[in-house]
C-alpha cells in the first residue's frame, strides 16, 4: 500500500511540474525579454535581431529589447546567453558566425550546440567583395592580379575572427593563392565605415550592412559569394564566375539557453515564423538582399549539427584558428 502510494505521489509531482510548464508557456511572456546580440549595432545580426524582435513583441505585448555585446567575434554575448537564467527571459541571435567559432577557439567557454536550445534559422544573406573607391581592381580578376603583385599589403576587414567574413576571406586566399592580410573589427557596421573612408581596402561582408553604402556610391561591390547573382545586385557577378566552386552565405539566427521549457521555445519558434511572412518584414528583408528561412525547432538542431561539421573542415583546411 506504502508502495502505491509513493507511485501515486510521483505521478501526481509529475503531472504538476508538467501542468505548471505550460501554464508558464501559455502567460509567456510576463516581462520584457532581453536580446543578445554580439556584434555593434548596425550589423547583419542587429538588424535582424531588431526586425524580428520588435514584431515578436508586438504579437506577445510585451518589449523584445536588443542589447549590443561586442566583443571577441560574438563570443562575449555567447557566453553571457549561456549563463543566463533558462527562463525564456534573455535569447541570442546569432550568426554562422557562432557555428565557425566553435572549430576555431580553444576555451570559447560555452558550447554552442550543448548549451543552447535553437529557435530558428531567420534568413540567409549573400557576403559581398567589396572594395574602397581608391582601389584600383573593379572586377575579380583584377582583384587578384594587384594581390599577386603586392603579396600581403592588401587588406581585407572581418567582424572578427572566425567571423563569415573571415571565413570568406580565407576560403578566397586558399582557392586563389594569395595573400591578403585580415583587419578585425567589432561588427559590420563599423567595418563598413572604415572600407569607405579607406581605412581597409576590402572587405567580404555581409549584405545587410553593406548595401546601404553600395547604393549610396561609398564603396564598389566587385562580386557577391553565392552560386547565383543576388537580386538586389543583378548587375554585380559572382566569385564563382571567376573562381569556380566559391561560394558562402551568412546566416542569422536565434536560440535560447538549453534550459528553457520547450513549450516557450516552440511558441517563440511560432511567433518568428509569423512575424518572417508579415509584408513589412519581407518587404525590409528583401531589401536587405536576404532570403527569409524560417524553419522548425528540430530542422534547425540538424542544420546547426550539419553547419558545424561544414566549418569544422573549411578550417582545417583553410587553417582558420584563433592564437
Not at 235 to 261: F, H, L, M, Q, S
Request: with cysteine; net charge positive.
Amino acid at each position: 500500500m506504502l508502495k502505491n502510494t509513493s507511485v501515486a505521489q510521483c505521478a501526481f509531482a509529475v503531472t504538476t511540474a508538467m501542468l505548471s510548464t505550460v501554464v508558464v508557456a501559455q502567460t509567456y511572456p510576463t516581462k520584457p525579454v532581453r536580446i543578445l546580440v554580439g556584434f555593434a549595432p548596425g550589423g547583419g545580426t542587429d538588424i535582424m535581431a531588431r526586425s524580428v524582435g520588435a514584431k515578436v513583441g508586438e504579437s506577445l505585448k510585451q518589449q523584445f529589447v536588443v542589447e549590443n555585446r561586442p566583443g571577441a567575434n560574438a563570443n562575449l554575448a555567447a557566453k553571457l546567453a549561456a549563463d543566463a537564467p533558462g527562463d525564456g527571459y534573455t535569447l541570442l541571435f546569432m550568426s554562422v558566425a557562432h557555428i565557425m567559432s566553435k572549430p576555431v577557439y580553444k576555451n570559447l567557454g560555452y558550447d554552442i550546440e550543448r548549451d543552447f536550445t535553437p529557435i530558428t534559422v531567420v534568413s540567409d544573406v549573400p557576403n559581398v567583395i567589396a572594395s574602397n573607391l581608391a582601389l584600383p581592381a573593379r572586377t575579380v580578376k583584377e582583384l587578384l592580379a594587384l594581390a599577386r603583385s603586392k603579396p600581403g599589403e592588401l587588406t581585407y576587414g572581418t567582424s572578427g575572427v572566425a567571423s563569415p567574413e573571415h571565413f570568406a576571406g580565407e576560403m578566397f586566399k586558399s582557392m586563389t593563392k594569395i595573400n591578403l592580410s585580415m583587419v578585425p573589427y567589432k561588427g559590420g557596421a563599423p567595418l563598413a565605415i572604415d572600407l569607405a573612408a579607406g581605412h581597409v581596402m576590402t572587405s567580404f561582408s555581409t549584405m545587410p550592412s553593406i548595401i546601404p553604402h553600395i547604393r549610396s556610391g561609398r564603396v564598389r561591390a566587385i562580386a557577391v559569394t553565392t552560386e547565383k547573382r543576388a537580386a538586389v545586385l543583378p548587375e554585380v557577378p559572382t566569385v564563382g564566375e571567376t573562381v569556380p566552386g566559391y561560394t558562402i552565405t551568412t546566416w542569422y539566427g536565434a536560440v535560447a539557453p538549453a534550459k528553457v521549457p520547450r513549450e516557450i521555445i516552440v511558441r517563440l519558434n511560432q511567433e518568428m515564423l509569423k512575424a518572417l511572412q508579415l509584408p513589412d518584414i519581407k518587404e525590409r528583408m528583401a531589401s536587405l538582399g536576404a532570403d527569409i528561412v524560417g524553419s522548425s525547432v528540430e530542422a534547425t538542431a540538424k542544420f546547426f549539427a550539419s553547419e558545424v561539421a561544414k566549418y569544422t573542415k573549411v578550417a582545417k583546411e583553410a587553417n582558420i584558428r584563433a592564437d
